[in-house]
């Protein structure tokens, strides 16, 4: 249900970067916002980011009145709808195919309209109503910060556990608490792909580290696995599993009694509401969460465009770590870790090269704030995905004015990225243009 006296998010130690402003409006209808946008996302691949970037930030959106997102999200829908195309082939098993993707396409429409013709404040209470159940929204403290730094940071969490509605709390803030690592890899390994995973999942999670991964077949599912059998019979968080449909699906079947395990020892998260079934769109959708939760990615082994490179991919725009295990030469398996680790991903024979790989990833704005304006910071890491290079650039400004080519050369961008990012810290007021061409700091 709805709590009137729902907490804003706090400056305590569980705050991140964007908790140092206050949020404006009713905290209650903020949170059924949340819940009400969320839930069209679930149905609408892109709604979140489309918004956003009609809105500037996500305090923005959420303090736009319910009438002015129906428009909008009326807008976005119909662009979407009017942009989808069957296949023109008569083929049988495509046309089969077309078929089946239609009664899907349908079917999501129907479950899409439903839930935007329902008050927000309705639709809030409804997803609120399951057992051994969380909806964990934007605004709420327990909201891990971590994924405050995307575009478009998924606008609740559902979130299921088999145990009791605090418990369920206990581990989300151990999970806002505990450093991370996703470890993700291809849904059908190699014998020395599966010892490796097995080997990270037991020792990270034995050396104090959290895995997360995705509950796919393969890389993922032994990853899950090795932690929960690695964790003390006492330890509240054994593993998380971040999911491409609603956290009571269960997919793929035959991972069943590793969920009910997951379920059992750690926790379900998805950006997806109940019910909402498994689609290509949402398992790259999922993987920009894992990588945003994580203070570093392992790539086991992969094909170049595979889920796990995508994963990788995102986590290097959010400044993230990413490692990858080298393989076989030659293989269909590494092409993706051999790809990365050619183009500057850190090398993992062990637990041990994570552990020191995330020592220095620092994800809190007061971390990143230096000298600055903690909270002005914090605005700028809410605003996208950005900020690891954005954070870099602060650093290196630092040690002292810069020219955008010095920066540039220092933080490994291009000179047209260093020069754009110079301007955004600029236009926010945490930057100098002198006359001499170079940037300083502005210090508060």
Sequence with gaps: ????????????????PA??????????????????????????????KKLVRECGTVSDLLDSSPAELAALVGSTALAQRSRK??????????????????????????RFAAAFKARPEDLAQAQERFSRSKVVAWCDPLYPPALRQLA?????????????????????DLLCRTPAVAIVGTRAPSPYGTEMAAALGRDLTVQGVLV???????????????????AKADQELATVAV??????????????????????????????????????????????VMAALARGVVVVEGASRSGARITASYALELGREVLAVPGEAGKRLTEAPHDLLRHGA??????????????????????????????????????????G????????????????????????????????????????????????????????
Excluded at 265 to 272: A, H, I, K, T, Y
């Design 1 to 16: 249900m709805i709590d009137e006296t729902s907490a804003e998010p706090s400056d305590g130690p569980r705050a991140g």
């Design 19 to 48: 908790l140092g402003r206050r949020l404006h409006g009713p905290p209650a209808r903020r949170r059924a916002l949340c819940i009400w946008l969320g839930t069209l996302a679930s149905w609408r691949s892109g709604l979140v």
């Design 85 to 110: 195309a069957h296949p023109t082939t008569a083929a049988p098993r495509l046309e089969r195919a077309r078929e089946q993707h239609a009664a899907e396409r349908d079917g999501d429409e129907k």
């Design 152 to 172: 478009d940071p998924p606008l609740c969490l559902f979130v299921r556990a088999e145990c009791d509605d605090l418990e369920i709390a206990h581990r989300m």
């Design 212 to 230: 997360v991964s995705g509950l796919a077949l393969g890389i993922d599912a032994t990853a899950h696995a090795a932690a929960i059998q690695a």
């Design 243 to 288: 999911l491409g449909c609603g956290p009571d699906v269960v997919y793929p079947q035959a991972n069943a009694r590793l969920r009910a395990e997951v379920a059992r020892r750690g926790l379900l998260v998805s950006e997806f509401a109940w019910g909402v079934p498994a689609r290509p769109w949402r398992f790259p959708a999922r993987n920009r």
């Design 346 to 387: 850190a090398i993992c024979e062990s637990a041990d090269d994570v552990v020191a790989a995330i020592a220095t990833i620092q994800l809190d704005a007061e971390a990143l704030a230096g000298h600055l304006d903690t909270r002005e910071v914090a605005r700028l890491l809410e605003r996208g995905s950005d900020n």
């Design 389 to 444: 290079r954005v954070s870099g650039v602060l650093q290196a400004l630092e040690r002292g004015p810069m020219t955008a080519d010095q920066v540039a050369s220092t933080c490994e961008v291009r000179v047209y990225e260093a020069s754009a990012l110079l301007s955004e810290l600029e236009v926010d007021g945490l930057a100098t243009l002198t006359d001499g061409g170079e940037y300083r700091l502005n210090r508060r």
